[in-house]
C-alpha cells in the first residue's frame, strides 16, 4: 500500500473506520424524533423569569454602609492610646487598632506620624483619614 508501513496502514484503516462509524450515527441520531414539547411548562419558565427580571431591590439595600466616625475633640496619642482609643479614629478597627499596639510594643514608639503607615493594613488611604487626628506624644 504506497509506501505505508504496516503500523501507518492499521492508524489509517482505524480513523477511517472511526470517521465512517461518526457519520453513521450522526445521521441515524438526525433521523430520531425529538421529545415532545410541553408549551406549559415553557410558559411557567417564562413567567418565572419574567416575575425574576421584574424584582428591583430596595433603595439602600445590597450596599455595605461605612460607618462614619465624627470629627474628633481632642487628638489621640498614637504612642500612648489603647487599642480601645485608636478604634475612635475613622477607619481603624479593632484588627487594626491591636495591630497598632502590637507595633509599637515591638518596635517602640513612633518617630514620625508617617511612620504609623508600617503597620500593615494602614496605607496611604487611612493615614489620609487618620492624620489630622493623631499626634506622637
Same mark, same amino acid.
Given at each position: ?5 504496516? /503500523?501507518?496502514?492499521?492508524? /489509517? ?125
Amino acid at each position: 500500500m504506497g509506501g505505508f508501513s504496516r /503500523l501507518q496502514t492499521i492508524s /489509517l484503516a482505524l480513523l477511517c473506520g472511526t470517521f465512517l462509524i461518526g457519520l453513521g450515527y450522526r445521521e441515524w441520531d438526525s433521523r430520531r424524533p425529538l421529545p415532545s414539547i410541553d408549551r406549559t411548562e415553557i410558559q411557567r419558565f417564562k413567567a418565572i423569569a419574567d416575575s425574576l427580571n421584574s424584582i428591583k431591590p430596595e433603595p439602600g439595600r445590597g450596599k455595605k454602609k461605612r460607618r462614619v466616625k465624627a470629627k474628633l475633640d481632642k487628638k489621640i496619642s498614637i504612642n500612648r492610646a489603647t487599642a480601645e482609643e485608636l478604634m475612635l479614629l475613622p477607619g481603624i478597627g479593632k484588627t487594626i487598632a491591636t495591630r497598632i499596639v502590637k507595633y509599637r510594643h515591638t518596635n517602640g514608639p513612633f518617630t514620625a506620624l508617617q511612620h504609623i503607615q508600617k503597620v500593615k493594613g494602614l496605607g496611604e488611604k487611612k493615614f489620609s483619614l487618620i492624620k489630622e487626628n493623631i499626634i506622637l506624644d
